[in-house]
């Protein structure tokens, strides 16, 4: 992480690791939920009609 | 069913003084949509308050506003009273091609916007004081594309939602996020043409309108038959 | 019918795996071993998973207006499924996308919003997606259901060009809007297994609800006569289940 390049024209903005976190954290959380839910229902046994 | 392009024709034409006889026989109905949309007006220049530069600034936006948010309960009208006395099935199984049916009443529709639209830009220009710099010719043809474009996917939608229950709440849910570009092109291209359009953007907007219009009348002609039959 | 298979393994579960697998090996390496961007530095890291959730969501909702098509051509409920599936899928990466976006534009720009074309039009479509779902909740005769929600996802598709140029126009004639910078060499790894990892985890997960959907969609179009008591059939757990049961 030692290869930041110069700024041209504002400054680099450092830091923001917590906004980071989020979108990652996030993400993975909303797909594995996503895809448990969807695990769950596809074993759910087949309502036998009368 | 193969008809030819003069039969479609005579039936649009059909369908269409058919729905415009409907609505001249109930106009107390459409009165009270005018009084709607007139209300809207105020309630925005209330909403807003009484600051005349954002008042006149923004003329364009609530003339717009209150033409689509009146939209949604004259499409809703104009195929409640085909479904109500099961009319619409009638219709479905006549020798009437189903983009003749489209095309009469997205007309019929069109046409009472434009009227209500003539009805709501007087008291915009009188409440909120906006000017009108360029051509009046041009602002009618930015008033009856705009119309034209919230009557295509209006006019399908309305037939979608027309026999489920919750209508009211579903034909705006789909039909407003879908005509996003047609009320950006409409209020941009009305608020430069009464604000003044040195830069000759109107055009480009109005083509963007005209490109919508094209999209949405040809493709809702087309699927219009599956939506009446199911 | 396969009524009883629905335990063993099958090709959607072979590409979630692949998925997860290359989201997580992209994700790592452009959390801790990609460099810092140059202007945006270390938050510029969140586009290694906000970029591929846009490119796989396109796809997405592309297959979904596929299977659109295809269910009005042929009237199957098997493509009606597929329908449903890929409207989640594609709703899901949407609402993430935003997510990401926002999280993305607050250290960026200062701002959680802004009204940049490709923001704002994926915020379009969500709603206009958001529809098609809603739709389908809310009919319960199951042709009907085929045909109107494969019409909205039509005209939804079809719309979304006109509705970028439409904010892209609205934008940049108040002001030059400035995008991101270009992908430079270094990105392009990370940033191209992740893509392929949501792509394949958007497929597999359109797999999965594809095969717990059409279970349902096929016994309902079996049986047109009983459109009202179709809901009371189904489980309260299982998908369709629920849709009908947040209508009624």
């Known amino acids: 992480m030692n290869e930041v390049a110069e700024p041209v024209a504002t400054g680099v903005i450092t830091g923001g690791w917590s906004y980071i976190w989020a979108a990652y954290g996030v993400t993975w959380a909303a797909l594995l939920l996503f895809l448990g839910r969807a695990l769950l229902l596809s074993r759910a046994p087949d309502p036998e009609p009368e | ?230 | 019918m396969a009524t009883t298979q629905s335990g063993g393994l099958r090709w959607e579960h072979g590409l979630l795996a692949l998925g997860l697998a290359l989201l997580a090996v992209g994700h790592v390496q452009g959390l801790f071993f990609a460099p810092a961007e140059a202007m945006m530095g270390d938050v510029g890291r969140i586009l290694y998973v906000h970029v591929p959730t846009a490119w796989a969501d396109m796809l997405v909702y592309t297959a979904c207006f596929g299977f659109a098509v295809a269910a009005l051509w042929t009237g199957k409920a098997t493509y009606d499924a597929a329908v449903e599936a890929s409207a989640e899928v594609g709703v899901l990466y949407n609402a993430l996308l935003l997510f990401q976006g926002s999280v993305w534009a607050r250290p960026t720009w200062g701002v959680f919003w802004t009204w940049d074309p490709r923001l704002t039009t994926s915020a379009v479509v969500l709603v206009l997606f958001l529809g098609v779902l809603v739709l389908r909740r809310v009919i319960p005769e199951p042709e009907r259901r085929l045909n109107l929600s494969a019409i909205a996802a039509v005209l939804a598709y079809v719309g979304v060009p006109i509705v970028y140029f439409s904010v892209k126009w609205w934008r940049t004639l108040h002001q030059p809007f400035s995008s991101p910078q270009t992908v430079d060499g270094s990105f392009i790894t990370p940033l191209r297994l992740a893509a392929f990892g949501m792509i394949f985890l958007g497929a597999g997960l359109i797999g999965l609800r594809w095969r717990a959907l059409r279970r349902g969609l096929e016994r309902d179009l079996a049986t047109p006569d009983l459109p009202a008591a179709a809901p009371a059939l189904r489980l309260p757990g299982e998908a369709g289940g629920s849709a009908a049961g947040g209508a009624l």
């Open chain 2, 1 to 230: 069913m193969a008809l030819s392009p003069t039969v479609i024709l005579r039936q649009i034409g059909q369908i269409l003084s058919k729905d415009l006889l409907i609505e001249w026989r109930a106009r107390s109905r459409g009165f009270a949509l005018a009084c709607f949309a007139l209300t809207l007006l105020l309630l925005f220049s209330f909403a807003v308050g009484a600051d005349a530069t954002t008042l006149r600034t923004h003329a364009g936006a609530y003339l717009w506003m209150s033409i689509f948010l009146s939209s949604t309960l004259l499409l809703a009208q104009s195929m409640a009273h085909e479904v109500e006395a099961g009319a619409l099935d009638t219709l479905v199984l006549a020798p009437i091609s189903p983009a003749a049916l489209f095309f009469g009443k997205a007309l019929a529709n069109a046409g009472q916007l434009v009227l209500l639209a003539a009805v709501a830009l007087p008291p915009v220009i009188a409440l909120f004081d906006a000017p009108l710099r360029e051509s009046p010719l041009r602002l009618a043809a930015v008033v009856v594309a705009g119309c034209l474009g919230v009557a295509a996917p209006g006019t399908l939608y309305a037939a979608l939602t027309a026999r489920l229950q919750s209508r009211q709440l579903l034909l705006p849910l789909l039909l407003f996020p879908l005509l996003v570009p047609c009320l950006l092109a409409s209020v941009k291209a009305t608020s430069l043409l009464m604000s003044g359009d040195p830069m000759h953007q109107v055009n480009a907007w109005l083509g963007l309108l005209l490109a919508f219009d094209l999209l949405y009348w040809s493709i809702c002609g087309l699927l219009f038959g599956r939506v009446i039959e199911s």
